[in-house]
């Protein structure tokens, strides 16, 4: 034991570390792999070798050494192997080009100085970026493990920010002394970028794939290594670069085109570049920007001097309209809807020209001579025979025909209009309104509007359906009812519409079926209220066709038939759902001239007459008919008899011709039956025998002895005018190649009203309104029992805005009126309200 005892111990090796043993190697071989990626040698490394080596030191927890390590060596590299490389790409003349832009420079050498400096950067960050990618595949288990358990960025965030950091931001140092500023190459980077854009927005030629690669660059660098997507490179430098460039490129754009070219230029230029911007953003920068710059457009190019623009005289929206240049203005309204989505500028410019071009329609109808006929329009009655030579218009066909012209004229403006709103401005619902309120607003400006559409519905709906199609007397009844809508008061225009139609179904100038879809649309339109006389006179029309029927059957079944026995077709009219012209009898019309009483009928006449009324009135006890012989005609048979010493031509024979006249030309011709071969009658004799008022009687004779058409008497002296001393006879010459005359009837027609009859019908509409108003207030008050004055007045012109514009003077008349009636009163304490007495 002792031996053993003193036996020398064996050398102890010392203690080393086994953890540093182990990095040290491994780091070795991960540092000659990241030499090999980045020369591009890594075809003969094993991944699964540099896997293990890496997950060795992670396993000894030496991963964040590991992780500086790999950061030191890549900032390492972009100082020896990189930036070199690029501060040989960072000339003196690239960097007083890209900064300072001397105007000795071409674009043609600084297009050539950037786009080589750019490929720099381009390849040193595709290398880059694919070296990094491959040393994250190595370093994978690192991130695993180390920077998620410390929540460190990835080695791929941190090494892929080395080339921000290194090389973006990195200070140019003498190559920038000059230019008295601290630069980085992100500086010249972002400023030779630009420059290319601009030329390209210039019209050069430039390497769209090149900056598509430099901003791909931007959008996979951020400003730190948390790598947020609202701090890439792009979105925070570069993009707030581009757009403020692009915001004064644009300014001083629209500055040049303003100076020097037309709206139209203008247009087309805008156009171009909202194109090109936005191919540019999917092709050349990034998707991100597409609506930034578009904003950017839309504010120097469109808003800045939109007005100037659209209000150039000779070129601007007005000349667009005018002369239909409809590709413009589809441009306009494409974009003002960019910028506005009121389209306020273009509505209000449109608004414009409608009440301009409305007012230039009214001052050429002043201006227009409307004396002579147009070619294509035939005299009233031109039935057969021979075709009368075109006369001179009296002072009330020229009416007439203005106020047919000013609605046609009218018709083609709002056509105008509707087309441009279709193929220009996209069914725009704005602009619609716009133009009909404008469309309204001078319609109702001009005092006869509702007269005049009145006629222009006459006008057309007398020519009847023949010759027309369903589609033709479709568009006839839709303008009707677009003018409809425009007139402001609707009252005024039915009560000219109700004279006219009037005259349509009594005389037979319309088809009824026409007329009846005509005041169906109205109903739909305006309500039942509209048009509620309209359907009462159809329905006269209709009983007094089956009363006619009923009645000659009745006088067929007689018996002894008269071969001289008159044929009765007969209009029994309602009172209250005719206009008073229509239903004024005779007796009315006889207290204006000399004329007093009822109009003396012919025997044959009268006991027509008596038999009717005995007929009528079997059935219907308590009613009372009233003759009006100014609203029927008659269908006389003339018989000529042949001229003494006459041998040949018409006159040497027997003539027989079928007259229609008025009922007053009847009953002035059935005078001159008992008359002898050469007797006369005169003007006074002829009134006394007929008690004809005068009006009506100086045109029945005119009709009969002045027109040649139908000049079956002869007037002494053969003079134009009806004097009271003027004598009248039988006409044995007359001759006519047509058997069926019709007499032209005088001042019968549908005319525009003079002053004095305009303000006649004023004055009785007004009184109408007054009752309508009464009607409405008590209708109000007996619902609501109190109101206010205010709320009353509101109310009041609420419900009768569809029919006319009440005149708040006369509503507060006859509230007053209606105070004094008892039928409201004021409550006490407060006068300005009112309560309803039952």
Known sequence: MANRANKPRPIRKPIMNKEVSEFEPCWDLLRSSLVD???????????????????????????????????????????????????????????????????GSSAHER??????????????WSDHNMSMNMIADVLMYLDRTYTAEYKKPSIFATTIGLFRDNILRNTLGSAVQDLGEPFVIFDI??????????????????????????????????ETDDELEKQKLYLTVFEPRFLESSRAFYRNECERLLRESDTSTWLRHTRRRLEEEHDRCGTTISHLTAEKIAAVIDAELIVAKLDDFLGMEGVGLKNMIDNDRVEDLAIVYNLVSRVDKTKMPLKNALQRRVMDLGVEVEKTLRETDFSNPPANVAADGDDGGDKPKAQTLT?????????IKWVDDVLRLKDKFDDLCVTCFNKDLVLQSAVTKSFSEFINLFKMSSEYVSLFIDDNL??????????????????????LRYLGDRDMFERYYQKHLARRLLHGKSEIETEKELARRMRAEMGNHFTHKFDGMFKDMEISKD??????????????????????????????NWPPEATRSSQDEGSKGKGKGDCIFPPEIKRLQDSFFKYYLRDRSGRVLTWVPSAGSADIKCVFPKVPGKETGPLSKERRYELNVPTYGMVVLMLFNDLADGETLSFEEIQAKTNMPTADLVRSLASLSIAPKARVLLKEPATKNIKPTDKFGFNPQFVSKAIKIKAPTLNGVSKVEGEEERKETEQKNNQTRQHVVDAAIVRTMKQRKNLSHIQLTTEIITQLSSRFKPDIGMIKRRIEDLLVREYLERTEGDSTVYRYLA
Do not use: C
């Open 395 to 403: 002072a009330a066909a020229q009416q007439t025909a203005a106020a």
């Open 462 to 483: 007398k020519r009847g359906n023949k010759g027309r199609s369903d589609a033709e007397i479709e568009v006839v009844l839709d303008k009707a009812i677009v003018l």
């Open 189 to 222: 980077l972002n400023a030779v970028v630009l420059d290319l854009i601009n030329m390209e927005r210039d019209g050069d030629n430039i390497d769209r794939n090149l900056l598509r690669n430099i901003t791909t660059m931007l959008e996979s660098l951020y």
């Open 37 to 103: 990626i980045h020369t591009k040698n890594a075809s003969r490394l094993s991944f699964e070798q540099l896997y293990r080596a890496s997950y060795k030191i992670v396993l000894r927890k030496k991963g964040d050494l590991l992780y500086k390590r790999v950061k030191i060596f890549e900032m390492e590299w972009f100082r020896d192997h990189i930036m070199p490389v690029i501060t040989g790409l960072v000339s003196n003349n690239l960097v007083s080009t890209a900064l300072v832009q001397p105007s």
């Open 547 to 576: 009363l006619s029927d009923n009645y000659r059957d009745h006088i067929r079944n007689l018996g002894d038939a008269d071969s001289k026995q008159v044929d009765l077709s007969i209009h029994v009219l309602t009172s209250n």
């Open 111 to 124: 297009r050539e100085t950037g786009e080589r400096f750019l490929r720099g950067i381009r390849d040193s």
